[in-house]
C-alpha cells in the first residue's frame, strides 16, 4: 500500500477551493515521520523540534513542508563559532604535536646553573689562593599528565537514504564536520581557560603564573592621550620587575571588548591620537620592549562574561607573557584522528576519532603575568 500526500496545486475548482493531487509516496519516505502532531492534520502542525516554533521550515528533521514552487538549495547555512579571529591556538600558545604519543604523562627537564661568583674565578698569580672555582649545574623537572579524547560517529542505512530524498544532504560528512569542529573548540577553550574540573590549566586560568589586580581596574580604550606612555612604562615595569629583570614580554593579550574599542581615534588630554588606539599602543609596546613583533591581540576567552559564562570567573584577564616553548607550551601528543568506519550488521555504522593531550604547562612560570579586575 503507498502512502498519499495531497499536495497544493495552485488551481481552484468552480467552488473556488484549491485542488489538491495526490503524490504517493514509498513507505521509505514515510516511516516513522509525519509533519502532524499524533499523526493527524486536524491536531496541527508538530512543532517539538522548532526551538523557534514559528513554522514547519524551522523544525529539526529531514520532512519538511514545501509545494511546487519550491526550489532546495545545495548551499547550506552552518552554525558560526568563536574562532579566535581567524587565528590558531598556537598563534597564542607555543604547541607541539606528536612528541610522547601514548605517554601517561609529559616530562620537561629544568636547568639551573650555579656558576657562583665571576670574580672569585680571577686568578691571583704568586698567592697561596690560586685555587680554581667551579660551574655546576642543578636539574629539576616538571611533569605534565596527558588525557585521551574519543568520540564515535554513529548512522545507519535509514539515515543516509532518508537524507538523500529529502534533499540530497550527505549526512556522514556533517556529522564529521561537527565532530571535528567539537574538538577544534573543546580544545582551544582547554588551553584558555583549563577544564572544569581543574586537572588542564589554560593560558588564562591557571594556579603558576602571578596576577596583579591593582594596575588595571577599567578598560584600557578608556585611557587618555596622556596617560598611555604611563600606562605602557609602568605595565611593562611590573612585567620587567616579574622576572626579576631578566627578558622582556613578547605578546599582551586582552579582552576583545577592550581591543575592538580601540580601533578608533579618541580625544585626550593631550589631543587626539594621529592614528588608531591600537597602533598607538603598539607602537609604544614596540619601542618599550625594542621587538619589533610585539604582538596585541585580542581574545574573547579573556572577556569577564566569557570566563564567567564557561568557568564561573567573572574577571577580565590580560596576559602579558614572552611566547617561549621553553617558558610555556601546551603538547598534543596524538593530533585529531579518526578510525575506518565498521558495521557488524551492514546497517549500523560507526567510527570513533580520538587525540591525546594536555593543558598548558609552565615551565618559566614568571614570565607569564596575568592581569584582572
Known amino acids: ?150 568520540d564515535a560517529v554513529t548512522y545507519n542505512l535509514a539515515e543516509i537514504e532518508q537524507a538523500l530524498v529529502a534533499s540530497n544532504w550527505d549526512i556522514i560528512a556533517a556529522k564529521h564536520e561537527a565532530r571535528h569542529k567539537k574538538f577544534q573548540l573543546g580544545l582551544q577553550l582547554i588551553w584558555f581557560l583549563g577544564t572544569k574540573s581543574g586537572n588542564m590549566e589554560g593560558l588564562l586560568l591557571n594556579n603558576k603564573t602571578n596576577i596583579n589586580t591593582s594596575f588595571i581596574t577599567a578598560p584600557i580604550n578608556g585611557l587618555s592621550a596622556a596617560d598611555f606612555t604611563t600606562f605602557v612604562a609602568g605595565l611593562i615595569s611590573a612585567y620587567f620587575t616579574n622576572v626579576n629583570k631578566t627578558v622582556m614580554p613578547t605578546h599582551f593579550i586582552i579582552p576583545m571588548a577592550d581591543f575592538l574599542g580601540m580601533q578608533v581615534l579618541t580625544p585626550g588630554s593631550a589631543g587626539t591620537f594621529p592614528v588608531p588606539m591600537l597602533t598607538y599602543l603598539e607602537t609604544a609596546f614596540k619601542a618599550a620592549t625594542g621587538n619589533p613583533e610585539f604582538k596585541i591581540i585580542g581574545n574573547a576567552y579573556c572577556d569577564a562574561d566569557t570566563s564567567n559564562a564557561l568557568r564561573g570567573v567573572n574577571k577580565n584577564t590580560y596576559a602579558l607573557y614572552r611566547y617561549d616553548s621553553k617558558a610555556l607550551r601546551a603538547d598534543l601528543p596524538v593530533d585529531f584522528t579518526a578510525t575506518q568506519p565498521n558495521s557488524i550488521d551492514n546497517f549500523n555504522f560507526q567510527d570513533v576519532a580520538y587525540a591525546q593531550m594536555t593543558g598548558v604547562g609552565f615551565y618559566k612560570p614568571l614570565e607569564t603575568l596575568l592581569f584582572q579586575y
Not at 27 to 39: K, M
Not at 56 to 70: H, K, R, S, V, W
Not at 87 to 102: M, R, T
Not at 132 to 145: A, G
Open 1 to 150: 500500500m503507498k502512502s498519499v500526500f495531497f499536495r497544493n496545486t495552485g488551481r481552484l475548482n468552480s467552488a473556488g477551493i484549491e485542488e489538491r493531487e495526490p503524490t504517493f509516496l514509498s513507505n521509505r519516505q514515510t516511516q516513522g515521520l509525519s509533519l502532524w502532531n499524533n499523526g493527524r492534520p486536524e491536531d496541527g502542525l508538530d512543532l517539538r523540534l522548532n526551538a523557534a516554533a514559528t513554522g514547519p521550515q524551522n523544525a529539526t528533521g529531514y520532512q519538511i513542508l514545501i509545494d511546487t514552487m519550491t526550489y532546495i538549495k545545495q548551499q547550506e547555512s552552518t552554525q558560526t563559532y568563536y574562532e579566535l579571529g581567524g587565528k590558531k591556538p598556537s598563534d597564542f600558545i607555543p604547541v607541539a604535536v606528536g612528541e610522547g604519543a601514548w605517554a601517561g604523562s609529559i616530562l620537561t627537564r629544568r636547568v639551573y646553573q650555579n656558576a657562583g661568583d665571576f670574580e672569585a674565578g680571577l686568578v691571583r698569580q704568586g698567592s697561596h689562593n690560586a685555587r680554581e672555582t667551579q660551574s655546576t649545574v642543578s636539574l629539576d623537572s616538571i611533569s605534565i599528565p596527558t588525557f585521551i579524547w574519543d
